[in-house]
C-alpha cells in the first residue's frame, strides 16, 4: 500500500513520456487537476519516472513495455492499471493525432469517436482510489480532500457495451454558452462510446433529389395520384424510391463506392446539406454503408411495387430481401466492410426464407427503458431482439427512446428514470451490444441521472443500480440525501404511471397512452403534488442547514428540478386561463338570413362574423378567414383563403375512402360539442372539393384510431384568381346537440403547394406546436358561442382591426410614447387579425383610449390577453399593466407584470366610481409598457358590464 498524505502533492508525479500522443497529454491535465482537489494541490507532469517517488505512468511506452505490460491485448475503449513497486501504470489505446485540449471547447460529437483508453483508465482509477464521482460538470463533480491510498493493483478493464452513446447536445443548459464544455467533459468522465456505426436512414443521405430528380424520375416511389416523388413535399424530406426501378443499380454502385472508400465526387454523392460528400451520420467510408430507407417510408405504388407494400409482414420480406441482395453482391465481388440497416417499422420484422449475409448487421428499434411501465409490450420488444440475435447469429445493438418528443414532450417536468434504466439494459444485455438512447429534453440537466445510470451499466452490465443511486444521493446531498431521494423517485413514479398512463388495448393489442397537457398539469403535477415536491426541498435545507457543499448542491438542484416544474405549472394554469378565455361569436341568424351554399361568400351575414387563422410556423399572414354562423337547426361555416400561385397547388382527386387527404391543400374543423374536451368531431375539405369525416374519442394525448362519421354536411368549393373560398352546412344532430349555447372548436388550413414548403394555420394559438399532431390538441381549442351575446364592449377597436392610422392616432386608440415603438403585428394575435405591440429599450410606452360609456355606479369586467417578451425593469415603476381611470386610478393586475409570459388572460372586476365622467373626471384606459425594457402585446381588450 502506497499512501500520499494530503498537502503532500509533491511526494507523486505523473509521468508522461516525451513520444505520448495529445491525447494521453489530455489523460495527464485530467489526472492531474482533479487529484489537486484530492491532495490540495497538484503532482508534476514529468517527463521520466524519479527514483524514491511513486509515479503514476500514463500511456503505452518504453516504461510499460519495460514493466512487461502486454499492450497489444487492449481493445478499443480498455484499459490496464497496474502497480509495479511505487510506479502505477494506466494505459490503453489512445489516437495518435486528436487534440482533445481543442475539442472540448467545441459543441461537436465527432470529437468522441476518437480512441482515449488511457483517459478511461485514469477516471476509473480516481473513481476506486480517489473516491471521485462524475455525476456532473464542476458542482457535480466529487473529489473528497484526502489521503490518496494506492494498494496492489492489477486490472484489466473494457465497456461491456461497444456501443454507449446518448443526445449529449439536447436540452438547455444551465451554464453560460449553453454548457459545451460541460457536456463535452460529461461525455468523455462517464466513459461513453468511442465508435459510431451508422444504421440512421442512411438511404436518405446520398442527395438522390439533387442527382436523379429530374433525369430518372422512375427512380422514385409513385404515390397513390400516379406522380413521382422526385422532390421534397410535404412530409417527404428524404429521398423514397421505387425498388424494383434501376435505381438498385445506382444504390449499389454507392455502397460499393463508400466501402472502397472513394471520394463522394466519384459518384456525386451530395449530404442534405448540399454539399458533395458523404454524410457521416449515414455513411462510413471505408468500413459501413448504411442501406436504411428514408425516414417515414413511403410505399411505392407503381404497378411492380404495389404487391411489396401491403402490410409489415410483405414490407419486411421485400425491404430485408434487397438489403440482403445488395450485401451478398458486395460479398461476391470482395468488397470488404459492413452494410448495416435497422429493424424499424414497417421492415421491423424477419424477412421469411432468407438467411442473414455475413457483412450485414442489424440495429434493433424498441421503445426501451419507458416501455417497463408496460409489461407485455416489452416482453414483445424483447422477444423480437432475441429473435434478430438468434436468426442472424449475432448479438444486436438498440435504438431506444427515454426522450421528451411528440406526445411526451411537457416543458418543465424532469423525466428521470434512472430506475427503469438500469433494469432495462441490465435484462437485454445478453442480446445487445450497445445502444443509442435517444435523449431529447428541454432541460439538459433531466437527463443527469439518466445517463449517469446508463453509462454505468453499459460499462459494467452487473453493477448494483441500487447501491449507484444510493452512492449519488449521498455524495452529492450527504445528511439531506433521504429527502431527495425521495424526490426522485417519486419523479419516476409519476412519469412512468401517471404521464404514461395504463395501455389501451386495440385489435393489434395494446397501446401505450400518454397523459393529456390537462392531466398533467391539474391531477399529476396538480398544485397539492408540487407543493408536496417543493416540501421535500425545505426538508433537504433544513437538514442541510449546517453544511457547505451539501447545502449548496441543494439549492442547485431546487433551481434545476424543482423551479422549472414550478414555473411550468403555474404557466400552464396562466395559460389556460386564456384557453377558458378565447372565444369566438358565431352570428345567431334570424328568419330569412339562410345563407346560399354556393361557395361564394357574399351574403351580407359573413361581412361582419369571422376569425382570422395565423401561422403555425414561418412568419406572415395572408389573412385566412373562417366565417360562422348558426340557426336553430345547422352550423354554417365560410372560408376565405388567399392562395397568390393555385396551379403549384397539391390538392388531387381522391377516392371517397383515401384517408390521405389529410395531406392535400385545404382546411380542416374541429368541433366538441358537449364542451368536454374529450371527444371531437374532424371535417377535412381539400382546395378540389373533396370532403372527409372523423369521429375521435381522445385518451390522454392519444388518440385511438378514428371512426369515420357520417356529417350529413352540404359544400361547396370555388376557385379564384388567386384565392379559393369554402362554404360548409352541417346539421347540429348530426353533432348529437340541439341549439347549443357553446362548443368547443377550432379551424386549421394546410397550405401544400409543389415546389414551398407546407405551411400550416390554426385559429387557436395556443396549440401544443411539440405535439406529432398539433391540430388535434383540444385542450387547447377555442369557444364558439352560439347564442347572442348579453353584454357591449365599452372598449372600441379592442382586437385593433381599425384600418385608420394617422400620426399619433390608430384608429380609436391614441399613442403616448417618449421612444420606443409601437406596431401591429399579424403573426401573433387573439382576436381579428392582428394584435398591438409595445416595445421599448427602457422608457414608457403606451396606448390610450376614452371611455365616454362608463357610468358611475355600474359594475363592469376589463379583460384583455397579454404577451410578453423579456420585460426587463429600467425605471422606478417597472412593468406591463393596463390602467383605468374612473374617478381614480385602477391598475390592472395588481402585480405588474414581467419577464417572459406567453399568451395569458387577464381579468379583474370593477364598480364605477360617483365621480366617473362627471366634471374633470373623463374616463379612459391605458395600456402600459412602464419604465422597461422589452415587448409587450396586447389583444382583445374588453370592458363589459356585469350584474
Known amino acids: 500500500m502506497v499512501e500520499i498524505p494530503f498537502g503532500q502533492a509533491g511526494e507523486l508525479e505523473i509521468v508522461l513520456s516525451t513520444t505520448a500522443a495529445t491525447m494521453t497529454r489530455f489523460a495527464a491535465v485530467e489526472l492531474q487537476q482533479l487529484l489537486s482537489r484530492k491532495l490540495g494541490s497538484e503532482p508534476p507532469i514529468v517527463a521520466q519516472p524519479s527514483a524514491g517517488k511513486c509515479s503514476i505512468i500514463l500511456g503505452i511506452n518504453e516504461y510499460s513495455q519495460a514493466a512487461g505490460i502486454d499492450a497489444d491485448s487492449l481493445c478499443r475503449d480498455a484499459f490496464i492499471i497496474r502497480t509495479v513497486g511505487k510506479k502505477i501504470h494506466i494505459l490503453g489505446r489512445d489516437d495518435a493525432q486528436y487534440d482533445q485540449f481543442a475539442a472540448v471547447k467545441r459543441a461537436s460529437g465527432w470529437q468522441f469517436h476518437y480512441e482515449k483508453g488511457t483517459l478511461f483508465g485514469v477516471y476509473d482509477f480516481l473513481e476506486r482510489f480517489a473516491e471521485a464521482r462524475f455525476f456532473f460538470y464542476d458542482q457535480g463533480t466529487i473529489v473528497p480532500p484526502g489521503p490518496l491510498r494506492i494498494p496492489a493493483i492489477d486490472i484489466y478493464d473494457r465497456p461491456d457495451f461497444e456501443v454507449r452513446q446518448v443526445q449529449i447536445y439536447q436540452g438547455e443548459h444551465f451554464e453560460g454558452d449553453n454548457g459545451v464544455l460541460a457536456r463535452n467533459m460529461d461525455y468523455l468522465r462517464q ?37 413521382r416523388v422526385n422532390a421534397p413535399r410535404s412530409g417527404v424530406w428524404h429521398s423514397h424510391f421505387c425498388y424494383t426501378s434501376a435505381v438498385k443499380e445506382e444504390i449499389y454502385q454507392d455502397a460499393r463506392s463508400c466501402l472502397l472508400n472513394e471520394p463522394a ?35 411505392c405504388q407503381c404497378e411492380n411495387c404495389r404487391p411489396y407494400m401491403q402490410d409489415e409482414r410483405s414490407i419486411s420480406d421485400f425491404y430485408w430481401g434487397f438489403v440482403f441482395d445488395l450485401a451478398e453482391r458486395l460479398q461476391s465481388e470482395g468488397i470488404p466492410g459492413l452494410v448495416t440497416n435497422m429493424s424499424y417499422p414497417p421492415y421491423r420484422l424477419i424477412p421469411s426464407n432468407r438467411s442473414m449475409p455475413a457483412n450485414v448487421y442489424v440495429m434493433t428499434a424498441t421503445r426501451g427503458p419507458w416501455n417497463e411501465r408496460y409489461p407485455e409490450m416489452q416482453a414483445a420488444d424483447t422477444a423480437r431482439v432475441r429473435a434478430w440475435v438468434e436468426y442472424g447469429q449475432r448479438k444486436t445493438w438498440l435504438w431506444n427512446y427515454a426522450n421528451k418528443f411528440g406526445s411526451c414532450d411537457f416543458p418543465g417536468i424532469p423525466h428521470t428514470t434512472p430506475k427503469a434504466l438500469g433494469k432495462y439494459y441490465q435484462d437485454v444485455s445478453p442480446l445487445i451490444f450497445g445502444a443509442f438512447l435517444e435523449s431529447e429534453t428541454d432541460c439538459y440537466q433531466f437527463n443527469f441521472l439518466n445517463y449517469y445510470v446508463f453509462s454505468k451499466v453499459a460499462w459494467d452490465n452487473r453493477c448494483d443500480v441500487n447501491a449507484l443511486l444510493q452512492d449519488y444521493y449521498q455524495r452529492l446531498f450527504g445528511v439531506a440525501a433521504q429527502p431527495l431521494r425521495q424526490f426522485f423517485e417519486r419523479l419516476e413514479h409519476l412519469w412512468l ?62 433551481e434545476l428540478f424543482l423551479q422549472p416544474l414550478l414555473q411550468q405549472g403555474e404557466r400552464y394554469e396562466q395559460q389556460t386561463d386564456g384557453v377558458a378565455n378565447f372565444r369566438t361569436q358565431a352570428r345567431v341568424l334570424g328568419p330569412g338570413e339562410t345563407p346560399v351554399l354556393d361557395g361564394r361568400p357574399e351574403e351580407k351575414i359573413w361581412q361582419d362574423s369571422g376569425v382570422y387563422l395565423q401561422s403555425m410556423g ?42 390521405e387527404v389529410w395531406r392535400d391543400n385545404g382546411w380542416e374543423v374541429f368541433l366538441n360539442p358537449d364542451c368536454s374536451r374529450k371527444n371531437y368531431y374532424q371535417l377535412i375539405m381539400s382546395s378540389a372539393g373533396q370532403l372527409r369525416a372523423f369521429y375521435y374519442d381522445q385518451v390522454g394525448l392519444s388518440r385511438p384510431a378514428s371512426k ?240
Open 191 to 227: 466513459r461513453f462510446g468511442t465508435q459510431y456505426v451508422p444504421c440512421c436512414h442512411g438511404l436518405g443521405g446520398l442527395g438522390y433529389f439533387q442527382r436523379f430528380g429530374q433525369s430518372h424520375p422512375e427512380y422514385f416511389a409513385l404515390d397513390k395520384t400516379g406522380e
Open 265 to 299: 465526387s466519384q459518384r456525386g454523392i451530395i449530404t442534405p446539406y448540399g454539399k458533395v460528400g458523404w454524410d457521416p451520420t449515414a455513411q462510413a467510408p471505408g468500413s459501413v454503408f448504411c442501406a436504411m430507407p428514408g425516414d417515414s417510408f413511403f410505399r
Open 497 to 558: 404511471e401517471r404521464v404514461l398512463k395504463e395501455p389501451v388495448v386495440t385489435e393489434l393489442g395494446p397501446s401505450s397512452v400518454t397523459a393529456s397537457t390537462h392531466e398533467c398539469w391539474k391531477d399529476i403535477y396538480s398544485r397539492p403534488e408540487r407543493e408536496a415536491l417543493a416540501g421535500l426541498f425545505r426538508q433537504a435545507e433544513a437538514l442541510a442547514a449546517e453544511t457547505t457543499a451539501e447545502l449548496r448542491r441543494v439549492k442547485l438542484f431546487r
Open 708 to 947: 369515420v362519421w357520417d356529417s350529413g354536411a352540404r359544400y361547396e368549393v370555388t376557385l379564384g384568381e388567386s384565392s379559393w373560398q369554402a362554404e360548409l352546412c352541417i346539421p347540429l344532430s348530426a353533432l348529437g346537440v340541439s341549439s347549443p349555447e357553446r362548443m368547443v372548436a377550432n379551424f386549421t388550413r394546410n397550405q401544400v403547394r409543389r415546389g414551398f414548403p407546407e405551411q400550416r394555420y390554426s385559429w387557436s394559438p395556443f396549440l401544443n406546436r411539440s405535439l406529432v399532431a398539433p391540430y388535434h390538441d383540444c385542450d387547447n381549442f377555442g369557444m364558439l358561442e352560439c347564442t347572442v351575446a348579453q353584454s357591449a364592449n365599452l372598449v372600441q377597436d379592442g382586437d385593433f382591426s381599425d384600418p385608420r392610422r394617422e400620426s399619433i392616432f390608430w384608429g380609436k386608440w391614441w399613442s403616448k410614447a417618449d421612444e420606443g415603438s409601437i406596431s401591429y403585428d399579424t403573426n401573433s394575435f387573439i382576436s381579428g387579425f392582428r394584435s398591438l405591440c409595445l416595445s421599448s429599450s427602457g422608457k414608457t410606452v403606451a396606448m390610450r383610449q376614452a371611455l365616454p360609456g362608463l357610468v358611475a355606479g355600474r359594475k363592469y369586467r376589463v379583460s384583455y390577453f397579454v404577451r410578453l417578451e423579456d420585460v426587463q425593469p429600467r425605471g422606478r415603476f417597472p412593468g406591463v399593466v393596463v390602467n383605468v381611470m374612473d374617478d381614480h386610478n385602477r391598475w390592472f393586475p395588481r402585480k405588474w407584470l414581467s419577464g417572459d409570459v406567453s399568451w395569458t388572460y387577464q381579468s379583474a372586476e370593477f364598480t364605477a366610481g360617483p365621480g366617473t365622467n362627471q366634471g374633470q373626471h373623463q374616463s379612459y384606459m391605458i395600456l402600459y409598457l412602464f419604465d422597461s425594457s422589452g415587448k409587450a402585446w396586447f389583444d382583445e381588450i374588453k370592458i363589459n358590464e356585469i350584474p
Open 618 to 659: 414561418a412568419a406572415g399572414s395572408d389573412s385566412s378567414r373562417v366565417m360562422i354562423a348558426v340557426d336553430a337547426s345547422h352550423l354554417y361555416l365560410a372560408a376565405f383563403f388567399a392562395e397568390p400561385d393555385l396551379a403549384a397547388v397539391l390538392a388531387p382527386e381522391r377516392q371517397a375512402d383515401d384517408p
